[in-house]
């Protein structure tokens, strides 16, 4: 792993990126051990609910078993990974009978395709172009009280300590059941999405790692650091980093995929200012969460209006827009159709009590 690090750091990979220089790590920073060289054979017995594992240098292992091993399929590769709660093994199998999936060609169309729009607005964790917003679970913002104690109590511990150690076992479980309970969160939020019958799923191509970034430092003639909103940032960051919409949209494409779906990022530029109906520009600043159109007695919410346009940036109905002389200006048209049906759609939602 040390030679691959340092490999990807001089050379790069095959597309030509260089990661960044590799850190120092201990040994305990190594918790995955791979045998790639794994076989059927290293499989020495099958009793109920137990595997015997016969690894390298490690001898007959005991595992339990969460699925059994199918008929036809032969080892590839086993890992071993130390977690917070017990060490797990992951088995990698192949069967070459076994036919590629390959999903059957489908046109994007008005009908077969969602907009998804990501909301850190309250408890909304992501707004469907069908007039939907999904709750967030939110479960490092909602269950930090018993994890900043043990925090605390560790702090207080000398370091190489055993209470620190036993201290900071407690909290890596606690951030493991955080990370489980988010993990499962997502998954059932895609199962959901993609129940719906949908083929085409349009969301943002978020920019995480420039969303969570540190505000610049900001200093004076003499030196001294001056206010630059990283208190605020800060708590902004730490809601991201809890919603991990990165992780949310991976485990979308992975179930999507399975059901012969496709999820498409889009670029999200002037989604959330462009009125979904009428081509103007309306959300100007993101402290306006709802709109009230007087023409057609209509409250139209931000989000839900964001995820209408993505969808119709992945459709290619999107108008084009301009600066000129600092201010935007909309290019194109829509038809009559899709603005009826997209009015349709804000009325339902407008009806609709949000979950």
Partial sequence: RVDKAFERFIVGDSKGGRSGRPRFKTEADYRTMTFSTANSDWIKLVRKNWLYIRLPRLGTVKVRMHRRVPDGFTVKQISVTRKADG?????????????????????????????????????????????????SLKPLRKNPAKLDRISRNRNKRKRGSRAR????????????????SRQDFHYKTAHKLVKSGAKFFFHEDLNLKGLTKRNKVKQDDEGNYLPNGQSAKSGLNKSWLDAAFGQFFKTLEYIAEKAGSVVVPQKPAYTSMVLCYRNE??????????????????????????????????LDIFPTIKRRSGNLSVVGTMDDSTAKEILYTLHRAAKTPTS
Avoid at 118 to 123: G, Q
Avoid at 165 to 180: C, F, M, P, S, T
């Fill in 165 to 180: 150690r036993k201290l900071a076992k407690r909290e890596a479980r606690q951030h493991q059941k955080i990370a489980r």
């Fill in 87 to 135: 060490w797990f093994v992951q088995i990698m199998l192949e069967d070459v009978s076994v036919p590629q999936f390959i999903p059957d060609k489908v046109t994007p169309s008005w009908d077969n395709s969602i907009g998804l729009d990501a909301v850190l607005h309250e408890d909304v964790y992501l707004a469907t172009s069908s007039g939907e917003k999904l709750p």
């Fill in 281 to 314: 520009i309306i959300f100007t600043d993101c402290g306006i969460r709802n709109y009230w159109d007087e023409q057609h007695s209509l409250i139209v919410d931000r989000d839900v209006n964001a995820a209408i346009n993505l969808k119709r940036l992945g």
